[in-house]
């Protein structure tokens, strides 16, 4: 399995694939309505680069594909990256995609000085939630609903990226809810 990242020199077969994946991603969320724009969405994520998108890719094709936001604190002086989206197709589940795409954020972020990467997830998602606690993610508690159709709080979880020559987190984990 590769991962590579979808930007404006990917072709276009493979950033196509990713897109359909997105939608798909929102139709597990319930967003049944809106494919065209969330095709539109994630085009633009992939031109403008202000996400970083990645794909695993398999033998027969793309596999999965997470999306990333930077963001910075002012206070901490420090950057934290949102992994926001991770979907793996149904057809390429229990190959590993989820955990290779996940750790490829956790290097990346590594390797660019980011502090802490943070997700949200369901409380329900606990193939996701073990996923998450295997690759060193702690939970921070519950946090407010997303959106109104989401219908319950979704968990906040947070990866203390650690300084290559100290070992240490760059930036102190938040208190706990």
Excluded: C, K
């Amino acid at each position: 399995m590769t991962i590579t990242r979808i930007d404006g020199t990917t072709d276009a077969r493979t950033t196509s694939a990713v897109v359909e994946l997105f939608v798909a991603y929102r139709h597990f969320y319930g967003r049944l309505d809106t494919d065209d724009d969330a095709r539109t969405f994630l085009h633009r994520r992939v031109r403008t680069q202000d996400s970083f998108v990645w794909a695993a890719l398999a033998d027969d094709g793309v596999a999965g594909f997470v999306q990333v936001y930077p963001a910075h604190t002012s206070l901490d002086l420090g950057t934290v990256w949102w992994l926001n989206d991770l979907f793996v197709a149904p057809t390429a589940r229990a190959i590993g995609a989820g955990r290779a795409l996940v750790q490829h954020v956790l290097d990346e972020a590594a390797a660019n000085g980011v502090a802490e990467v943070r997700l949200e997830t369901q409380p329900s998602n606990t193939t996701a939630r073990a996923l998450y606690e295997r690759l060193g993610f702690t939970l921070d508690g519950p946090s407010a609903p997303v959106a109104e159709h989401d219908g319950g709080a979704f968990l906040t979880y947070t990866y203390g990226v650690p300084d290559p020559t100290t070992g240490a987190a760059r930036m102190a984990p938040a208190e706990s809810v």
